[in-house]
Each structure stands twice: as C-alpha cells, then as structure tokens.
C-alpha cells in the first residue's frame, strides 16, 4: 500500500500561479496529476515516467510542468498563467499501469486532493 499526499492548492486569480506538491510513501514508476470539476469526470492532466517523459493534457500544455524529485518520492506540478477553467480539486496519482497514461483506471494509489480556485 503507497501512502499518497497532495499540498499547496489555494486560490489565485487568472493569470496567476500555483505549484503542487504530492509525497508518497513509496516509490512508484509512472505518476499523473488529475483533475475533477464539480459536475464532471476526473481527467488526466500531466504524467511522468520514470525516465522523466512526461506528457500533458492538451489544454496545459504550455502552462503545466509535471516534474518528480525521486530521492524524496515528491512529484510537483507547477501551474502558470492559470484560468478560471483550471479550477478543480486536483489529485495524484501513482502505480500507473503503464508509463504516460492519463487514464484513471491505469492508477492504483490517490491522495485526497487539493483544490485550486482560479477567479476571473
């Protein structure tokens, strides 16, 4: 069992940013952040393998940068130029089945979540 747990969400304006932070109790190769608006399905937002590829959901790319600091089991996901459309709790994901996936099937651990509020 992998211990997952997500910090630094919080409430800016648009245009401004947020950096998150997700410790795990252990190490796992493939990790994601995802997302979930009221009303709507949780969606993968960024991912990263263990060789460090990373891939993102189209519409943060550009402005999300998924990164992992292994030593420490932290994965980060540093958010800029934010919208009001990136408002959402935001959770990590680990023990991806396979490397890059944005499919919430594909994880086995989650953390909690941490919210981001963007204003306009």
């Known amino acids: 069992q992998v211990q997952v747990v997500e910090s630094g969400g919080g409430s800016v304006q648009a245009g401004g940013s947020l950096r998150l932070s997700c410790t795990a109790s252990?190490?796992?190769?493939?990790l994601a952040w995802f997302r979930q608006a009221p009303g709507n399905e949780r969606e993968g937002v960024a991912s990263i393998s263990s060789t460090f590829t990373t891939k993102y959901l189209a519409s943060v790319e550009g402005r999300f940068t998924i990164s992992r600091d292994n030593p420490r089991n932290t994965l980060y996901l540093q958010m800029n130029s934010l919208k009001p459309e990136d408002t959402a709790m935001y959770y990590c994901?680990?023990?991806?089945?396979?490397?890059?996936?944005?499919?919430?099937?594909?994880?086995?651990?989650w953390g909690q979540g941490t919210q981001v509020i963007v204003s306009s």
């Open positions: 994901a680990a023990d991806g089945r396979w490397a890059l996936s944005l499919r919430r099937a594909d994880y086995n651990y």
């Open positions: 252990a190490y796992t190769s493939n």
